[in-house]
């Protein structure tokens, strides 16, 4: 079975750090392209950031210089490092894998930044 499994959300102050972290199971992260999407209350799930196949970091340009993806082949697991955070990123934050056959989500991890 395949598993994408998201974790190190929590509460920052804004102008804080954090990065979150999502580990594939029954899947090889390596071999596809990696996304991060945020869901606020009441919007829609947004595009944050890819991790292309070759291990390109990608990012709008709304968030580039503050949210970076990253990959580490060994450990089966990709990156967000989120900085300057702002109230505004508060959010919930998902991994999500689109293959040929198949679209993966993981279940989401809480990010709050306070004022």
């Known amino acids: 079975q395949v598993q994408l499994v998201e974790s190190g959300g929590g509460l920052v102050q804004s102008g804080g750090s954090l990065e979150l972290s999502c580990t594939g199971s029954?899947?090889?992260?390596?071999?596809?392209?990696t996304d991060w999407y945020r869901q606020a209350p009441g919007k829609s799930r947004d595009f944050v950031a890819r991790?292309?196949?070759?291990?390109?970091?990608i990012s709008p340009d709304s968030l580039k210089g503050r949210f970076t993806a990253s990959r580490d082949n060994a450990k089966n697991t990709v990156y967000l490092r989120m900085n300057s955070l702002k109230p505004e990123d508060t959010a919930v934050y998902y991994c999500?894998?689109?293959?040929?056959?198949?679209?993966?989500w993981g279940q989401g991890t809480q990010v709050t930044v306070s004022s």
């Open positions: 999500h894998v689109d293959t040929n056959q198949a679209k993966y």
């Open positions: 029954g899947i090889l992260l390596s071999i596809v392209a």
């Open positions: 991790v292309t196949e070759g291990g390109i970091a």
